[in-house]
């Protein structure tokens, strides 16, 4: 993706709070297990963002990382995906549809 792109991707504090409300009713749709951020969850995570823009990850007791450890590495590998919250043991995030965005975050500077 250009630079462009990347850059208005940076979610303000006003977005990131705007995703927070709008992910309050999710349920999450993958579990990080005993074994961590593997290929596996890392798979199911592009798999739920195919169908949805928003989604929870919850790390379960076993999970051996630290939430936002977890959160840091779920961003690193998928592109585009932006960490809109982490509370407790849930991850909420985000990565915009890049062709039909469902999602209309309040602008960055305004």
Known sequence: MCHEFQRMLQLTS???????????RLKPVVLVGSEGVTDAVIASVLDALNTRELLKVKLQESAPI??????T???????NAHVAQTIGRTIVLYRPDPDEPEIRLPRANG
Not at 14 to 24: S, T, V
Not at 66 to 71: E, K, L, S, T, Y
């Open 73 to 79: 590495e779920l961003t690193e590998r998928i592109e």
């Open 66 to 71: 630290p939430v936002r450890d977890a959160a």
């Open 14 to 24: 006003k977005q990131r709070a705007f995703l927070r409300k709008e992910a309050h």
